[in-house]
DNA sequence: CGTCTACTTGACCACTATCAACGCTGGTGG
DNA sequence: CCACCAGCGTTGATAGTGGTCAAGTAGACG
């Protein structure tokens, strides 16, 4: 790599060029937590860390040709298809440590649009060295098969929500989702900022903006959740749990 | 057809012991599209090919141990999964050449049901037989791959449906999908039998059962489709497509 | 011939979308 | 500095799509 690259990197990403797999604190989440030290290593060797991308930029757009993978590494990220006649539908929130963009491998284009909702760092995995890496250790491409096929069970589960739940029931699975996927990565679960826009959430869940809106207000007034504006400061986890219909005890959905 | 190869297949189909991958009128479609001859007759190696599964029948369950993943031969499935409600949401139908389990890699357990929609005849791929032929059969593992990756794109259509589209809209679509899958393996794309109750259609799709039969007599009092039971003789293909939203021409929507 | 299940049709109503209005915030330009 | 505007979020009123309940028909099978 010439100096000036390197220059124009280092301006570009501040001090993240430094990072590396074996010293990331997501390594027990991402890609490498199956992988020995020198399989690491050569995974290490074809990911590139660019310049972060801005809220609102886009990493990649529905139809383009799909030639890397990403994982976040700070941020967080949606993907979104649109449908021919314009309509545009959220299939994903995406966090840090988390692969975006593997439902483009079955055609050689991106099947979704990524966008990124606050400021983001990802590492770029170019498809052309990730085939070969996969031919050549095996727990990597276990690890990526393992993660196409929870994204399956993940959109099967929404489309569960879609069709057969109430609107304040996919909410409180929204919330609960979100909640999770945060305390793995070591944060709280019931405090925590929701870095999309209600509209996102709305077109996400299938609802209407305002349907959203009047929900996080009823839910906030009957206290499942204390809630203003972006920031979630409470999440009563049990009675969400019960309004979603997962069991959680033996007690009864009276929490409306 | 030659009367040799029509011999064959009918052998291929009663006694369905003897089948190969490489006599199969499937493997265009299937696993095998793109494996050289060496690497066909190893896959064929490790395929069991059971006795059928009857209408009905359970091919394997949610929670199941993920050991294998099966590629149908002949007839039809139906996948769903249960939520802890004990709601059911069926995930897709099955025809022919297409692989059903993948969902359960990431868990090692089955998060979906199968069950079969007539007698039903597969392929079945011990998990890891599957796992090393994928590490030495470079095309296999991407074949695999693609799988995984289009049943992602196709979930992620699903939720748009589910979530954006009314009910005549959805039910188009689900025509039109089905058509194109049947013309894909050689059928008519007009005229094919729904080997799917009209629940199971209803609960695919989001809908009430009653609001699937109202709308089928409606395509067919305005002359998109003639059914009869579960015998379609005859799809307008257009008028379905610029109902579903897909442009057809640069025709209006006025066929309802 | 009776029973069962699948399907259809009708009447009614609830959930949620839609439309409309308003407040708030942050950015832009005079 | 303030006026203006656009985008986001909230709230209220209204209406429509599709669910629910109920009853009836038709086909499959013992």
Redesign the interface.
Same mark, same amino acid.
């Given at each position: 790599m010439s100096t000036e690259k390197k220059v124009l990197d280092f301006i570009a990403s501040s001090k993240t060029n430094q990072t590396h797999c074996s010293t990331c604190s997501l390594s027990s989440l991402c890609l490498p937590i199956t992988l020995q030290a020198d399989d690491l290593n050569a995974l290490e060797q074809v990911i590139k860390r660019g310049r972060p991308i801005q809220k609102g930029e886009v990493l990649f757009k529905q139809g383009d040709d799909f030639n890397a993978v990403f994982a976040i590494r700070t941020g967080a990220l949606k993907s979104f #298809?649109l449908?021919?006649?314009g =309509?545009e539908?959220i #299939?994903g929130f995406h966090l840090a440590s988390e692969l975006v963009g593997?439902?483009?491998?079955? =055609?050689d284009v991106h099947?979704?649009s990524a966008k990124a909702l606050e400021t983001t760092t990802v590492c770029e995995l170019p498809l052309d060295k990730l =085939?070969i890496l996969?031919?050549e250790i095996?727990d990597l491409?276990?690890q990526?098969?393992?993660?196409?096929?929870? =994204?399956?069970?993940q959109?099967?589960?929404?489309?569960?929500q879609?069709?057969?739940k109430s609107a304040d029931e996919r909410l409180a699975y929204f919330l609960l989702e979100l909640s999770h996927r945060f305390e793995r990565r070591g944060f709280s679960a019931k405090a925590f900022r929701l870095s999309m826009s209600r509209v996102d959430i709305s077109?996400y869940?299938?609802l209407a903006v305002e349907t959203v809106s009047r929900i996080f207000t009823r839910l906030q007034k009957n206290g499942l959740i204390t809630i203003e504006g972006k920031e979630i400061t409470h999440l009563n986890l049990d009675a969400l749990n019960r309004l979603a219909?997962?069991?959680v005890a033996d007690t009864q959905c009276d929490a409306l």
């Open positions: #298809t449908a021919q006649s =309509e539908q #299939t593997l439902s483009g491998y079955a =055609e099947s979704v =085939e996969c031919d095996p491409r276990k990526v098969m393992r993660n196409m096929s929870g =994204e399956i069970r959109d099967q589960q929404m489309m569960l879609l069709s057969k077109n869940l299938g219909g997962n069991p």
